[in-house]
C-alpha cells in the first residue's frame, strides 16, 4: 500500500496570500497518477487537479500543481476566501489500494 | 452532468449488515469504476472498493473480507454491503466515479455522502 503523507496538518493565512502544500508518497507514483481534491464542510471533496499538474474543469489558475516521484506539491496563489478547506492528495495507480494523504487544513 | 445520490439506513446496529445504493444519473455507467470511499467523523478519506460496469470488483485488503460491491447497469445503480459492522464502521460513505483508463482513473464525480451510524 502506498502512504502518502501530507504537510503541514494545518496552514494558517490570509486571503491574498499564497499556500504551498506538499504531498510524500511511500513509494513512487509516477508523475500521472496524483490527484487533489478541496473539501469544505459538509461536502464531498472535489477534484482539484489530477496528472499531477493538470486543472480539473473550472478550477482557476490560482491552482497550480507539480511533482513526480515521490513528492507533490499543491500551490494557491493569492488566496481568496471560499479556498480555505481541507485538501487531499490521492494516488490512483496501478498499485491499489487507491489512498488518500491525511489532509491539510488550509484556515484563517 | 452526472450525478450520483447514496440511499439507504442512516442507522445499523452492531455486528449487522450496512447495505448502501448509489444511484447514477445522467450517464451511461459502461466504461468506468464505480467505487465507495468513506469518511470517518473528524477523520480522512478511506477508499472501499469498485465495481466496473461488468462486475468485476476490486476491494481494498483493510476491509476485503467484510465487503461485496455490485452493480445493475440496468437501473444505473451499484451498491455497498459491509458485514459485521462495528462502531468503527461509523462514517460519512460517498459513491464516486473514475475512468477506466489509467491516466484518467481519479474520482472525477461524487456523491453527496451519507452518514452511517452504527449503534443499538
Known amino acids: 500500500e502506498i502512504v502518502l503523507t501530507q504537510s503541514p496538518d494545518t496552514l494558517s493565512l490570509s486571503p491574498g496570500e499564497s499556500a504551498t502544500l506538499s504531498c510524500r508518497a511511500s513509494?513512487?507514483?509516477?508523475?500521472?497518477?496524483l490527484a487533489w481534491y478541496q473539501q469544505k464542510p459538509g461536502q464531498a471533496p472535489r477534484l482539484l487537479m489530477y496528472g499531477a499538474s493538470i486543472r480539473a474543469t473550472g478550477i482557476p489558475d490560482r491552482f497550480s500543481g507539480s511533482g513526480s516521484g515521490t513528492d507533490f506539491t499543491l500551490t494557491i496563489s493569492r488566496l481568496e476566501p471560499e479556498d480555505f478547506a481541507v485538501y487531499y492528495c490521492?494516488?490512483?495507480?496501478?498499485?491499489?489500494?487507491?489512498?488518500f494523504g491525511q489532509g491539510t487544513k488550509v484556515e484563517i | 452532468q452526472v450525478q450520483l445520490q447514496e440511499s439507504g439506513p442512516g442507522l445499523v446496529k452492531p455486528s449487522e449488515t450496512l447495505t448502501l445504493t448509489c444511484t447514477v444519473s445522467?450517464?451511461?455507467?459502461?466504461?468506468?469504476?464505480w467505487n465507495w470511499i468513506r469518511q470517518s467523523p473528524g477523520k480522512g478519506l478511506e477508499w472501499i472498493g469498485y465495481?466496473?460496469?461488468?462486475?468485476?470488483?476490486h476491494y481494498n485488503p483493510s476491509l476485503e473480507s467484510r465487503v461485496t460491491i455490485s452493480v445493475d447497469p440496468s437501473k444505473n445503480q451499484f451498491s455497498l454491503e459491509l458485514t459485521s459492522v462495528t462502531a468503527a464502521d461509523t462514517a460519512v460513505y460517498y459513491c464516486a466515479r473514475a475512468d477506466i483508463e489509467p491516466t484518467l482513473r481519479y474520482f472525477d464525480y461524487w456523491g453527496q455522502g451519507t452518514l452511517v451510524t452504527v449503534s443499538s
Open positions: 490521492q494516488h490512483y495507480g496501478r498499485s491499489l489500494p487507491w489512498t
Open positions: 465495481v466496473f460496469y461488468t462486475g468485476t470488483t
Open positions: 513509494q513512487s507514483v509516477g508523475s500521472k497518477y
Open positions: 445522467s450517464g451511461s455507467m459502461s466504461n468506468k469504476y
